[in-house]
């Protein structure tokens, strides 16, 4: 099947009607198989970015979320405690877990964790990656749980004939070895990756492994009237976790870890696998479905303090959770000014949570009999959603796309002693949207969209369920408008000016893991984003973006004296910045620059604390085409030496309450060799 390449200069020259569909921007190469079906989030809605192949495989990262550093607007929440290692946001919702609002897929299917968490991102490399696509917003109605700010699907390598190879050795010791291979046979595709990584860490008790093996093939061609395949990933990562430090151990041993945290680790198997079928019905009609299967199992063991007493900081955390799903699309082309569509989903999670709390001993014996069980539980959790939306271009100028989406959940949970408790009833959870694009010019576009997503709760526990005395609670409803316009100051250039704001009722902070719950009330969030990409010649790429936001409390029901209204939410920065230059000096040798900042913040809802998080990092690279089947590249992160921390702020394990830090890893350095074979 022939690739097209969707490229920076291609979408400067689009026409006009293009431009009507379409208010999104690309940064790289896309690779776009065509095929006709569901309909894509770059046809449809209105704030999308896409970051291609070409800025994600020479890349080198611990983990496969950090890639997102490089894409407009998007938090990175670095906690790097061995497979516990972070996470991405944005639109002013924070990485913290409280409130998991993104929804992650991989390759369309649904890949969140039940609480919510991206663990699944873990298990995807750079080199089997064709792009990234975010969608940021209330208006995309394809998706319903975890999807109250926006959602991000990582799109693996799919057809050709190729053979690729990359092997990296840097900083730490770090070894990482991929393999991607691609083989097309008529009507038959499959594609393999394999990918190992080890590390010591940069601070002590810092050790790292994984593998991931990833397979699909695929049979047949949707012009020809069915395709059907199979995805297939299997993921293991064991680690080691140095602890969090306290502002004076911090002082006083940067790269060291605690004896306390001598024990701590973490067992992590990941597995996903999907069936696909695509079917053309008629020449107007087309169905699409998605059959997956998730199982996750996770066995951490995490010191949270050196405490001979208090809450029991010393902790072991066991997840079984399987996730089995279905997912259908229908695409009718009703006319050239008409597309409708409509899809539905139905998921059944079959959750086990068990945790248990160990006396004081330094390291923490995790073989010994734990003082208390806390949690083990099993419970069960089920969406059923649908979606209708109508892509009506009523003027080649003018695109206008309604929709409508439904959700239920339906599930119980039984704890020890086999009290029982159903899920909370949410009822049906409506969601109008609508999104609106109008172009100016061949260049200028401007647009508009409105809608409307949900929190429900997760965990095994209270409040998600209803134990004894746990009082019934409404989804919180999350409302949100943009408006933007996205223009080409000159040629070869695509830019995007935007303002938004998202208005949540009864919002509320939940973390499963540790049993927290925090209603905030009415929330706001609301921002700018401004971005601009553009190539200067035949030599130079530039990029940069600045996304300025803030997310305040605007009501509580908490007594006078003790309401937290008008004080910002925990772990948000203010400014969010990228900016990005590559120079070709010759048809062998680029040279790269990327800079990010980002601002600091409040560790908890009463803003009572010092900020933190803020940083200013740059970051170099340089590649060497040897031949045309080998090329070297060198990158340098954080250049400066920057030495900046995560922090969170322990309310539940010190004597007092504090801020806990993780450091970043400091100056580091990769060499990697890749070949096409």
């Known amino acids: 099947m022939k690739l097209h390449t969707l490229s920076l200069a291609l979408l400067a020259a689009l026409p006009a009607i293009a431009h009507a569909q379409s208010a999104n921007t690309t940064m790289g190469t896309v690779h776009v198989h065509q095929t006709r079906g569901q309909l894509t989030a770059n046809e449809v809605l209105t704030s999308v970015d896409v970051l291609g192949a070409e800025r994600i495989e020479d890349q080198t990262v611990s983990q496969s979320w950090e890639l997102l550093g490089q894409m407009p607007g998007i938090q990175l929440t670095e906690t790097r405690q061995g497979a516990e290692s972070g996470k991405v946001s944005f639109r002013a919702f924070n990485g913290e877990g409280y409130l998991n609002a993104i929804k992650t897929l991989i390759d369309g299917i649904p890949s969140n964790v039940n609480s919510g968490n991206q663990r699944f991102i873990d298990m995807l490399f750079p080199l089997e990656i064709d792009y990234i696509e975010v969608v940021r917003g209330t208006n995309d109605p394809r998706y319903g749980l975890h999807n109250i700010g926006g959602n991000i699907n990582f799109g693996t390598r799919q057809g050709g004939d190729y053979t690729d190879a990359r092997l990296t050795y840097g900083s730490f010791d770090t070894r990482m070895a991929q393999i991607a291979l691609g083989r097309e046979h008529g009507e038959f595709q499959q594609n393999w990756f394999v990918g190992v990584q080890t590390s010591d860490g940069y601070r002590d008790h810092d050790t790292s492994e994984k593998y991931s093996l990833g397979g699909k093939w695929f049979y047949g061609h949707l012009e020809d009237g069915m395709r059907v395949g199979l995805t297939a990933r299997v993921y293991h990562h064991k680690a080691d976790e140095p602890g969090f430090l306290t502002a004076d151990e911090l002082a006083t041993m940067r790269r060291g870890s605690n004896p306390r945290n001598a024990n701590d680790g973490d067992d992590r198997d990941m597995r996903q696998f999907a ?18 299967h998730n199982p996750y199992q996770d066995d951490r063991r995490i010191t949270f303090s050196g405490l001979p007493t208090g809450n029991a900081p010393r902790q072991r955390r066991v997840w079984d959770e ?50 208390r069980v806390q949690n083990d539980d099993v419970h069960t959790f089920d969406n059923t959603g649908a979606y209708v939306q109508a892509i009506w271009q009523p003027l080649e100028s003018l ?94 250039s695509q830019a995007r000016l935007a303002v938004w704001q998202q208005d949540a009722e009864n919002e509320v902070s939940n973390m499963p893991a540790t049993g927290t719950t925090v209603v905030l009330g009415k929330t706001r969030r609301r921002g700018v984003d401004a971005q601009i990409d553009a190539r200067l010649g035949d030599a130079w790429t530039v990029w940069a973006s600045h996304a300025y936001q803030e997310a305040k409390i605007q009501r509580d029901d908490r007594a006078p004296g003790v309401s937290i209204e008008g004080n910002e939410v925990a772990a948000t920065p203010r400014y969010i910045s990228n900016i990005g230059i590559d120079y070709q000096a010759s048809d062998a040798l680029q040279f790269g620059l990327q800079a990010r900042a980002q601002g600091d913040y409040y560790l908890e809802e009463q803003n009572i604390t010092d900020k933190f998080g803020g940083f200013a990092i740059v970051d170099l690279s340089a590649q060497y085409r040897i031949n045309p089947r080998m090329r070297v590249d060198v990158q340098l992160r954080n250049i400066t030496g920057r030495e900046y921390v995560y922090a969170w702020y322990d309310s539940f394990f010190q004597e007092t309450t504090q801020p806990m830090f993780s450091p970043s890893a400091g100056r580091t350095a990769f060499v990697s060799l890749h070949v096409t074979l």
């Open 322 to 371: 399987k996730q089995t799903g279905l997912m259908a699309t229908l695409t009718w082309t009703a006319s050239d000014a008409l597309t409708l569509e409509a899809g539905a989903n139905h998921e059944q999670q079959t959750n086990a949570y068990l945790r248990e709390r160990f006396n004081y001993s330094v390291p923490t014996d995790f073989e010994a009999a734990p003082a």
């Open 399 to 492: 695109k206008i796309v309604p929709a409508y989406r439904v959700d239920r959940f339906d599930g119980a949970t039984t704890l020890p002693g086999g009290i029982r408790g159903p899920l909370q009833d949410y009822g049906t959870i409506g969601q109008p949207k609508l999104s609106v694009v109008y172009a100016l010019t061949a260049d200028t576009n401007v647009y508009a969209n409105w809608g409307r997503t949900f929190q429900v709760l997760t965990g095994a526990t209270a409040p998600a369920y209803l134990t004894p005395g746990q009082a019934s609670l409404r989804p919180s409803t999350n409302t949100g408008v943009e408006a933007g316009i996205r223009f080409s100051p000159f040629a070869g």
């Open 275 to 292: 069936v696909h079928m695509d079917l053309a019905l008629s020449d107007d009609l087309m169905l699409g479905t998605k059959l997956y």
